[in-house]
């Protein structure tokens, strides 16, 4: 026991001092999973991301979802400007790669967007085709772009609506001056040139159909006036507008709408005797119709152009009613003769009065 108070003393002083440590509890340690050597990734769980699309899937896509947007990622050039040109008109051609392909791609395009046409290498051809006109004039007018005008006449008709800056892609003084004056912003009059003058009013005249405007032609410039005149009646069908206080304006004015029009009813208007007969004989020589010939007054004249028509072996099957107009007997026989050998058509001959003519007539398809 008395022992046994001095070694609590002993083990107290200890404790407090740090000399002896109390018991501790080992940590855990955890396995450790091993890294991978090689840095091969691990196979995703996500399946469809490994799921690729090549070029004809895509083409396929876009096709499906109707969107050229889709033809973009296709990597090889030939199929991805297919895929594009499946959207035509509404796809950028300008996305197409192969300038062959792009071209075509513009030209079809343009068949709804005629303005692509510029973008072509054949601009000219493209706008024909996609408008359907015949010459660079119309495709003017059709997308009301003058700059396409390549005559006077198309610039004519912009200035007719007010467009006065179509009239300065033309350097002649007298057509820039018509052309200002119609779209009421000029006059001939200004002109100081009196041919200059003469020719303005003259292409204004014709333009407006004003018979008046011609009437502001010195008449001494005979092949203005005359010209002016005779113009304006053609261009609106109306011979009436000859009829002017010019007598040799006048029957020049009947003679030309004759030979223009193929109509010889004006002619019988003319009051000089030569002009008249020329009128007749030139107008039926030019439309090959011999009828035309049975109003000439001189007599000799009439036969000159009876034969002159029917001989001229250019009769078609639509001259036989013209043949049938004939008022001379013996001209109208050898005009359905002439009608029967031009297009071996044996039964004109039947038509013909004069039996021995009508029998030479047969006679010469049974020759030989």
């Known amino acids: 026991m008395k022992y046994f108070i001095p070694v609590l003393c002993i083990l107290a002083i200890l404790l407090f001092s740090g000399c002896v440590q109390p018991p501790v509890t080992p940590p855990v340690q955890l396995p450790i999973t091993p890294q991978s050597t090689n840095n091969t990734t691990l196979p995703s769980t996500n399946i469809t991301a490994n799921i690729t699309c090549n070029d004809q899937c895509l083409f396929d896509k876009a096709?499906?979802?109707?969107s050229s947007l889709l033809c973009a990622p296709i990597a090889s050039s030939s199929p991805r400007d297919e895929c594009y040109l499946r959207f035509l008109p509404e796809v950028d051609c300008a996305l197409v790669g192969s300038n062959a392909s792009r071209q075509s791609c513009y030209l079809a395009a343009a068949k709804t967007h005629p303005e692509l046409c510029a973008k072509t290498s054949a601009p000219g051809e493209c706008y024909l085709t996609a408008t359907g006109c015949a010459d660079t004039n119309c495709?003017?007018?059709?997308?009301?772009?003058?700059?396409?005008?390549?005559?006077?006449?198309?610039?004519?008709?912009?200035?007719?609506?007010?467009?006065?800056?179509?009239?300065?892609a033309l350097n002649n003084t007298p057509q820039k001056t018509a052309c200002l004056a119609l779209a009421g912003n000029g006059s001939c009059l200004n002109l100081t040139n009196e041919y200059y003058r003469y020719k303005c009013l003259w292409i204004y005249a014709v333009q407006t159909g004003d018979i008046g405007t011609c009437l502001k032609i010195n008449a001494d410039a005979e092949s203005y006036y005359s010209g002016c005149v005779s113009e304006v009646a053609s261009t609106t069908n109306d011979p009436g507008k000859c009829n002017i206080q010019d007598t040799q304006a006048r029957n020049l004015c009947y003679y030309n709408y004759a030979l223009d029009k193929g109509d010889v009813y004006p002619c019988r208007l003319i009051n000089y005797e030569p002009r008249l007969n020329d009128c007749y004989y030139h107008t039926a020589l030019k439309y090959l119709k011999p009828d035309m010939c049975n109003n000439m007054t001189w007599v000799d004249y009439r036969i000159t152009c009876y034969s002159g028509v029917i001989f001229s072996g250019q009769l078609s099957e639509g001259d036989a009613l013209s043949c049938a107009k004939v008022d001379e007997e013996q001209w109208k026989d050898k005009c359905y003769q002439r009608l029967a050998m031009d297009n071996l058509k044996q039964e004109y001959c039947g038509f013909i009065l004069n039996k021995a003519e009508r029998d030479e007539c047969n006679n010469k398809f049974f020759a030989g």
């Open 139 to 168: 495709v003017a007018l059709k997308l009301g772009k003058p700059e396409f005008c390549t005559d006077a006449v198309c610039n004519y008709k912009f200035a007719k609506d007010g467009d006065g800056a179509s009239c300065q």
């Open 63 to 66: 096709v499906a979802g109707n």
